[in-house]
């Protein structure tokens, strides 16, 4: 399985800008579809954003929609979480994902197999 490592994280006031990245070890991840989670302070881990393998297809959770944008760079097997306009209630741990796909774009945790550790977002008020 890919290994995944978050960064890009931290502090930011509300109405700010964080853009989190996610590098993977090998170029299967060229071959995965991609998402993000997240996990507030005594929340289950949410659905925030996945992508297609090809970049072609996003969704988003309605909480971020329009506000954050997912993406991704094959060549550099990386792929990152746009986050503007933060709010309070975006702060938690932020984690992304990986599968194996042909196509399509998930939104499930147990559609993914390869997870990273996780970067810590705060948006103080």
């Known amino acids: 399985q890919v290994q995944l490592v978050e960064s890009g994280g931290g502090l930011v006031q509300a109405g700010g800008s964080l853009r989190l990245s996610c590098a993977a070890s090998d170029s299967t991840f060229s071959r995965a579809s991609m998402g993000w989670f997240r996990r507030a302070p005594g929340k289950e881990r949410e659905f925030v954003a996945g992508?297609?393998?090809?970049?072609?297809?996003?969704i988003y959770a309605d909480s971020v929609k329009g506000r954050f944008t997912i993406s991704r760079d094959n060549a550099k097997n990386t792929g990152y979480l746009q986050m503007n306009s933060l709010k309070p209630e975006d702060t938690a741990a932020y984690y992304c994902a990986a599968r194996p796909a042909l196509s399509g774009v998930f939104n499930r945790e147990a559609d993914f197999t390869s997870w990273g550790q996780g970067t810590q977002v705060t948006v103080s008020s």
């Open positions: 992508i297609s393998r090809s970049g072609g297809f996003t």
